[in-house]
């Protein structure tokens, strides 16, 4: 039994204009000990799908269908109650913001020594108090601090004492939502590091999610990309940064630096995500994607076993066999280039 089962999820938002499919037919599975990435542009779907795992949806948000598998038990048929059981115990989250995770009329001592006592009711003051202070030393906080409100601290601060707090009741499940993304980059380093370092410790699994795909090379073992709620392509993060085939992941991909490659040209894929209120039918990256036909725009893919990865492109196979150089080219990403190249091509 892996220790998380999504499969076929769907979580929609009610609006004023009908509902929108933020996550949309969603599976996967993350399994004891093993970190997944989960990537893409704002807006297409990450926050979402880590706050339905540890039911924390906003009033809007609800589960349409699909089921949340954790430890064999569905989490989206479970009540309040037994959900709370497993926040910070069994699943905790690294929120993107710290300030708005810490209560502000709380010091940190209290807020780790409340969610210790609510968890482990046996647990008395001596030892949790004992576990805040390793807790801040793990995280490279000075106990002394502990009892400082979160105004108190810089923001790099806060952001450790919530990985302190993520981290107190040693859970089988961590999501780290942006976990870094309010730091600096020195920052960012030394706390993914102090992250990993942890979690080996304490043997838990991390779904990480970030648009910056540096940071799920440092942390993970797995890689979901998603675009516009839906899989795009699934895999070991080897094969996702080496040698991609769904055309989102290659430009995705080309759209950050590469440490191994750091004289490549930077390039953006050209466009927006679409709109999730009325999505597009067919491929959902169709209206962007360079090698687009009009079966791509009349028929969703279906996956496609490509070596280890699971890849959501009718024309998979071909970029293996044909197409990679085109969608490698930067030039194939710019329409301006590939507009000019086409008029010339016409003109001869
Ligand atoms: N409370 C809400 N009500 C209505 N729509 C929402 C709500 N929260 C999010 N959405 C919509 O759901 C979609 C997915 O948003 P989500 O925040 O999950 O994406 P994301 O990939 O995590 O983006 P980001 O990296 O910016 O956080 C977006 O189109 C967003 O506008």
Redesign the pocket.
């Known amino acids: 039994m892996s220790l998380l089962e999504v499969e076929d999820l769907e979580v929609y938002?009610?609006?004023e204009e009908g509902p929108?499919q933020?996550?949309d037919g969603v599976s996967f599975t993350l399994e004891e000990g093993e970190n997944l990435g989960i990537v893409?542009?704002?807006?297409?779907?990450?926050?979402?799908?880590?706050?339905s795992i540890i039911g924390i949806l906003?009033d809007?948000?609800y589960v349409n269908n699909g089921e949340i598998r954790f430890q064999g038990d569905d989490l989206t048929q479970m009540t309040d109650r037994q959900r709370r059981r497993l926040k910070w115990e069994e699943i905790s989250m690294i929120a993107?913001s710290a300030m708005n995770s810490l209560d502000p009329v709380y010091t940190i001592r209290e807020q780790i020594v409340e969610a210790i006592e609510t968890h482990r009711p046996g647990t008395g003051r001596v030892e949790s108090t004992e576990i805040v202070t390793e807790m801040f030393e793990l995280v490279g906080l000075d106990p002394d601090r502990a009892d400082d409100y979160p105004h108190q601290f810089s923001g790099g601060m806060r952001q450790r004492a919530m990985i302190a707090m993520s981290l107190a009741l040693e859970p089988s499940l961590i999501l780290a939502?942006?976990p870094t993304t309010a730091l600096d980059v020195i920052m960012q380093d030394q706390i993914l590091k102090r992250i990993s370092q942890i979690q080996d410790e304490i043997r838990s699994s991390m779904l990480v999610?970030t648009?910056d795909v540096s940071v799920v090379a440092e942390t993970c073992d797995r890689v979901l990309v998603?675009y516009a709620?839906k899989v795009a392509e699934e895999g070991p993060v080897e094969e996702i940064f080496n040698k991609p085939y769904h055309p989102y992941t290659i430009g995705l991909k080309r759209a950050f630096p590469n440490i191994r490659q750091p004289d490549q040209d930077l390039l953006s894929i050209e466009g927006y995500p679409p709109e999730?209120i009325d999505p597009p039918t067919g491929c959902r990256f169709a209206e962007r994607c360079p090698m687009a036909t009009d079966r791509c725009r009349e028929e969703e893919p279906e996956a496609h076993q490509m070596n280890e990865l699971r890849t959501y492109c009718h024309y998979a196979e071909d970029i293996d066999t044909e197409l990679r150089p085109y969608a490698d080219s930067a030039e194939t990403w710019s329409e301006t280039e590939a507009a000019q190249k086409a008029q010339q091509a016409g003109g001869d």
């Open positions: 938002y009610e609006t929108a933020a996550v893409g542009e704002s807006g297409c779907g990450k926050t979402t799908l880590a706050k906003p809007a948000g993107q939502d942006e999610i648009h998603m709620g999730l």
